[in-house]
């Protein structure tokens, strides 16, 4: 755990945080008049993982899940792209926001 952190928390490098919903990606899709399938979606994921030298910038990617499990065009899992990188993939785990109970919606 302690490498993993160190890892992600290297110098000059930061955290992609390519964890959309397919609800929130759909709402940036409309606004460029791209249509929210699941091939978009894969094919805008591949685009940002295949980024050439991102591995260069990037330490960490928050995944959502959908991503997590998905491959670009040639078979290959987001994730090993990711790892072929140097870059540690993880995933986004929370279901959006809930009100908690006994705070009165505060």
Do not use: W
């Not at 591949?46 to 030298?53: A, D, I, Q, R, W």
């Not at 990617?61 to 790892?83: C, H, N, P, Q, W």
């Amino acid at each position: 755990l302690i490498a993993t952190a160190n890892a992600i928390a290297t110098r000059g490098k930061g955290i992609l945080a390519s964890d959309e919903s397919n609800g929130t990606i759909g709402k940036r899709f409309a606004a460029i008049g791209v249509e929210n399938t699941a091939e978009n979606r894969r094919k805008y994921r591949e685009l940002l993982y295949t980024t050439k030298g991102l591995g260069e910038h990037i330490s960490g990617a928050i995944m959502f899940d959908e991503a997590i499990r998905s491959s670009a065009a040639d078979g290959t899992s987001f994730v090993d792209l990711l790892k072929a990188e140097g870059i540690i993939p993880g995933i986004k785990v929370d279901k959006g926001v809930k009100p908690l109970s006994g705070t009165d919606g505060e």
